[in-house]
């Protein structure tokens, strides 16, 4: 890296061609074009202090330039020149080799986008840029601050994920600043983002080698850089090649958080704790930086999001127990939490959490929940249904009719409704309810958290409560969170403020409330009569041959039990 000195002016440089041809020599190397313009760069303060990281995040996008990086994840923490860097410097350094390339640039926010794309058009019309690079004219037509073109061909589009994207062959995809802060635990916000790209943005250029870079400090683990980090899991899992290269430096040195070395430089600390920027982010400006941040500050300045604790949970609240040691329940809901979609990063959840009240010593009621199951995976259609049917025969099998209950998310739209419908003609005889989510994950979550706080929540010892207590964790931050969300809607049920209030009543006269079952005749859908098997002796008697296709006339009164038990429904 050659070290800068001198920044000749537009007057010097026009007046010695020797000087200017140097210069302009020299910034062929983005590093030494960072120097050379800096006091052209719009709203930067002061000298610029290269800080080893600069040089290294030059190097890499250099070889973006290149061809020889066509993925580039770029984590840095705030203040750290990211914006100026890579928004306004490099698209000026790009026209200056070639001023026939397209950039296309997007933020979260429009403004921010604009501000941007027009620092780097006055970067360039900057007297020292134009000295340099005099051939380089800007169209008259298309002055807009977000959208110009030169008379070369070239063009820079900055817009948002609502503005136009297609239509244009970009040779660069910048996605800087992705998600606003304030949008870090918005799951509806996250996921909008990642489909954007990948439906939008991912498949963009592939034969023409197009250039994706994104470029943001990590607010959660589930933001729009974990499409690069989940795309390099997965390859490494297959045995394929990463397809992202991913510049992550924390602002304190963590050696397990030391990034890769691609070829192009990586982090050159060696001492924990060590700053990234020391000369302008001192120590003392970090600390406070932390205290203001909080709970954040792991993602925004570590870039290490999996290290934010959970905001709502605290896991080791939760009272360990055996399944042997569980008391007799007073009630039982199964919960289940469908995935959107098969195989796209979520999962369908089924948790089973029980409710016992006891008294203490002074004859108070206390309510204590117990955590006894999960299932979960990614299923498809077919398979979430076999799951469910046999989560519910394996429950009731051990708990009973009289105090079990099934409960489902119902998502909204028509597809939502479809689903719940379609599960619930697999509950037939079971209690089931399929009910409307109110609030945001978090608002759902926060009465389970309570009882976890307080130590009314116990949890079964099993294969499984590792993963559950992990997801607790980071809840709402994780990855997956469809377990929780499972076990918070079971606990809202057996509070009382998520569905009906109490259970059924039972369904028809005669029978008793606590044992409820469908006819075993085959093909037969009636319930039983009291003390029995079968619906009625008509069934009782035909069920010897297992043929379904025998016509049955059943008696007067099963029908009548019938239509009540129907009509219950």
């Known amino acids: 890296m050659e070290l800068v000195s001198f920044r000749p002016t537009a007057d010097q440089l026009a007046q010695n061609p020797q000087l200017r041809s140097t210069v302009r020599g020299s910034c062929r190397r983005l590093v030494n074009f960072l120097q050379y313009a800096w006091p052209a760069v719009p709203r930067v303060d002061g000298d610029l202090i290269m800080s080893g990281y600069i040089p290294v995040v030059c190097n890499y996008l250099e070889a973006a330039y290149y061809r020889k990086i066509s993925r580039l994840c770029i984590n840095l923490p705030p203040e750290t020149l990211k914006s100026s860097l890579i928004s306004v410097v490099f698209p000026a350094w790009i026209w200056s080799l070639d001023p026939r390339v397209g950039v296309l640039s997007i933020s979260y926010d429009r403004d921010l986008a604009s501000r941007d794309a027009s620092d780097a058009k006055s970067l360039m019309e900057s007297p020292w840029f134009r000295t340099l690079w005099h051939n380089l004219e800007f169209r008259d037509d298309t002055k807009a601050k977000s959208n110009y073109r030169n008379k070369s061909g070239g063009w820079r589009l900055a817009t948002t994920r609502r503005g136009r994207v297609t239509g244009e ?143 709502i949970f605290k896991p080791e609240c939760l009272i360990d127990i055996e399944a042997k040691d569980v008391p007799e329940l007073d009630a039982v809901v199964r919960f289940v939490d469908k995935a959107a979609t098969e195989g796209a990063g979520c999962e369908t959840a089924l948790v089973l959490v029980g409710k016992k009240t006891r008294r203490d010593k002074f004859g108070e009621e206390h309510v204590d929940y117990y955590i006894l199951n999960v299932i979960a995976g990614q299923w498809d259609v077919d398979d979430v249904e076999t799951q469910l049917v046999l989560a519910k025969d394996v429950d009731i099998a051990r708990y009973g009719f009289d105090r079990y209950r099934f409960g489902m998310e119902e998502e909204g739209g028509s597809g939502g409704k479809l689903s719940a419908r379609s599960t619930e003609k697999h ?22 958290a309570r009882d976890v706080r307080l130590g009314r929540v116990f949890i079964v010892n099993d294969k499984w409560t590792p993963v559950f207590k992990q997801q607790m964790q980071f809840f709402p931050n994780g990855k997956f ?50 003390g029995s098997d079968y619906c009625c002796s008509v069934c009782e008697v035909t069920s010897q041959f297992q043929d379904p296709s025998m016509k049955v006339d059943h008696s007067q009164e099963c029908c009548q039990r019938a239509h009540k038990h129907f009509n219950a429904r």
């Open 427 to 448: 509950m037939r005889g079971v209690n089931f309810e399929s009910v409307r989510p109110v609030g945001n994950k978090d608002a759902r979550a926060k009465p389970l």
């Open 169 to 311: 062959h970009p040779r660069f995809v910048l996605w800087e600043d992705p998600l606003n802060a304030r949008d870090a635990y918005d799951e509806k916000v996250k996921n909008d983002m990642k489909t954007f790209y990948r439906r939008q943005l991912s498949t963009r250029g592939r034969t023409k080698g197009v250039v994706h870079i994104i470029s943001q400090q990590r607010l959660a683990p589930d933001d729009p850089s974990s499409i690069a980090y989940e795309a390099n899991e997965s390859a490494q899992l297959e045995g394929r090649d990463e397809p992202w290269t991913i510049i992550r430096f924390p602002m304190r040195f963590d050696p397990s958080l030391a990034m890769k070395d691609y070829g192009y430089g990586g982090d050159w600390r060696t001492e924990t704790g060590q700053l990234l920027d020391p000369l302008r982010l001192t120590g003392e400006i970090v600390d406070d930086m932390e205290r203001e941040l909080g709970d954040d500050a792991p993602a925004q300045l570590q870039q290490d999001p999996k290290a934010i604790a959970g905001r």
């Open 481 to 530: 969170k469809d377990q929780v969300d499972a076990a918070a809607g079971a606990h809202l049920m057996l509070e009382g403020t998520l569905g009906k209030k109490k259970p059924r009543a039972a369904i028809m006269a005669g029978l008793s409330a606590k044992v409820q079952t469908i006819c075993t005749a085959p093909g037969c859908e009636h319930p039983v009569a009291p």
